[in-house]
């Protein structure tokens, strides 16, 4: 994949340079009336060796299962499912956030399911990369590599944007090589669109194309404010409405993943929707944004600190909140046990709550996907005997490699297996194909992973 790599790199660079008209460096102007012109070279300069390439390829692994009449044709021993192998290669970006430790941030959708990750350098360097883990519901992943002389962007804090702050992004649209446009912001708290389970996006019209996923969105300080993530564009080009994680969301994860290898995510235990200006009549309130809170859960960190039914949670720590989505996203991406103070609104008036977030029912399945690509949608348990698959998730990668609940793990190819952070290590620095010592009922089996 590096030849190929550098081989589509030099082609496209020779075409450009072919195609490009010869225009001398006497006839662009530097300077009118002797004022110097504006330009973003010079912030670009320090800024895009942080923005890297990232090429990644695996194998796709699908099941089919064999009609009953075939399997009556064949006889008993016929296969129940028939698997399919597709190799896949795709291309992105990813954005370089600490230089020491050679931590990269991009998109889930990025890298799942590859089995080998290259990273391309600004300066030509190319480097196999580490999944340290990812977090599907907010499409954000931490790569690592091991390199010197790195560039990393500085994190600018992303709560204070506001529309109409000039944005530039910086990525790899459809593989040319990095490619930087810029625009404004154009909206945030973007939410709803479903392009992800936890939306709160920054909306921009920087030019985002295909490949961009994973690259930087920064300010004309040349700070990190968003990673590039979707598009709209039913052409599949750039048509001025591209969508970003804020940087402090992306921040709050990738901590979460560096501390504990996955996403701890909190809970607030509440249900709601977006506050409407017919719920905001009904309330006699002026406010016509914040989230509507319409039932708490037992016990919860909500129930805890006092919010109750008919609450209209309008900020989350003094930052103020759009709809009931931006909510849900904000509580999400912080870690379970942080403290959060909420500005809502109860028959009328102001009040402030301070409430210890809890702890995700999906923290088993998301800690399954970061041991595992093929484990996502399994919920992991340490038992006596080894990993217990307490749920499988119907149609998930868990359940594609033939996991059902009730087995336990006890081995990974020849290597005893007696606890998750065991699973964990035994699966570490293993490539390519995988064997799972199952135990389900009285019998022992091998599922493979791929």
Do not use: C, W
Request: charged share 20%; net charge negative; no cysteine.
């Amino acid at each position: 994949m590096k030849t190929k790599l550098s081989i589509l790199s030099a082609a496209l660079l020779s075409a450009t340079l072919t195609m490009a008209p010869a225009v001398s460096q006497a006839a662009i102007p530097l300077a009118v009336d002797g004022q110097e012109l504006p330009s973003l070279a010079p912030m670009l300069q320090k800024t895009t060796p942080a923005v890297v390439a990232v090429a990644v390829s695996g194998t796709h692994v699908s099941k089919q299962k064999v009609p009953d009449a075939f399997r009556y044709f064949f006889g008993p021993n016929a296969p129940r499912e028939q698997v399919q192998e597709r190799p896949f290669k795709g291309l992105g970006s990813g954005v370089i956030i600490d230089a020491e430790e050679g931590y990269i941030v991009t998109n889930n959708h990025v890298i799942e399911g590859a089995d080998e990750i290259l990273i391309g350098l600004h300066d030509g360097r190319e480097i196999e990369a580490k999944l340290i883990g990812a977090d599907a519901e907010s499409d954000i992943a931490l790569l690592q590599i091991k390199a010197k002389n790195l560039t990393a962007l500085k994190r600018a804090d992303s709560d204070e944007l506001q529309v109409g702050d000039f944005a530039v992004a910086i990525g790899n649209p459809f593989g040319l090589g990095q490619t930087v446009t810029s625009g404004i912001v154009s909206a945030m708290g973007r939410s709803g669109l479903g392009i992800e389970m936890l939306e709160n996006f920054i909306q921009t019209d920087a030019a985002i194309n295909s490949g961009n996923s994973g690259g930087a969105l920064v300010n004309l300080n040349g700070e990190l404010i968003g990673i590039n993530t979707a598009i709209v564009a039913p052409g599949g080009g750039n048509v001025g409405i591209g969508f970003a994680i804020p940087a402090n969301m992306a921040n709050n994860l990738v901590q979460q993943i560096i501390e504990h290898g996955e996403v701890r995510r909190g809970v607030l235990g509440v249900m709601g929707q977006d506050l409407t200006s017919e719920l905001a009549k009904g309330f006699g309130i002026e406010t016509q944004h914040g989230g509507f809170i319409n039932e708490v859960m037992p016990d919860s960190a909500a129930e805890k600190a006092g919010i109750k039914v008919g609450d209209i949670i309008v900020s989350v720590n003094g930052r103020s909140i759009k709809s009931f989505q931006e909510l849900r996203a904000k509580v999400a991406t912080m870690g379970a046990g942080s403290e959060v103070e909420f500005g809502l609104i109860r028959d009328g008036d102001k009040e402030t709550v301070t409430a210890v977030l809890g702890e995700s029912t999906q923290a088993a399945e998301a800690a399954a996907g970061a041991v595992h690509p093929m484990l996502q949608g399994a919920k992991l348990e340490s038992t006596k005997s080894g990993v217990e698959i307490t749920e499988v998730a119907q149609g998930s990668p868990a359940a594609m490699s033939g996991l059902i609940k009730g087995d336990v793990i006890v081995g990974v190819n020849r290597t005893k297996v007696k606890n998750l952070k065991a699973l964990k290590s035994a699966l570490e620095d293993q490539k390519g194909t995988v064997a799972l010592k199952i135990k389900r009922d009285s019998t022992s089996l091998y599922l493979i992973l791929r």
